[in-house]
């Protein structure tokens, strides 16, 4: 059985980081993530990284780092993020109910989907930079 990727962005800009609202599914609605999606076949993770975040927010990102650790969210789904890039466009949340830049100071307060909680220490050294 194969393992089914999904890669996440952490676009960091003047010491915030953008943050998307989920819309669905119910039980993930309204809780916050760093932006992304499946990793399609054939695919290497930043190339899909790069198409999700075209597709999801309007933005062509060059993908960097690795953040932090995989994250297995099944026997099956394994959730990998990167630092990215922003080399052109302006977010917008096409599909996502919201986006939001925060600060440091701001991650530990929103209601993130749980399996991106993993990530919020690394998240904080990088906004304290």
Known sequence: MSTQIVVAGALIEQGRLLVAQRDRPPELA??????GGKVGSGE?????LRRELLEELGIDVRVGDRLGSDIALGPAVT?????VTRMSGEPHPHDHRALRWVGA????NLNWVPADRAWLPDLAALLHR
């Open 30 to 35: 309204g809780c916050w993530e760093l932006p």
């Open 44 to 48: 290497a993770d930043a190339q899909a």
């Open 79 to 83: 959730l990998r993020a990167y630092l």
């Open 105 to 108: 100071s701001d991650i530990d």
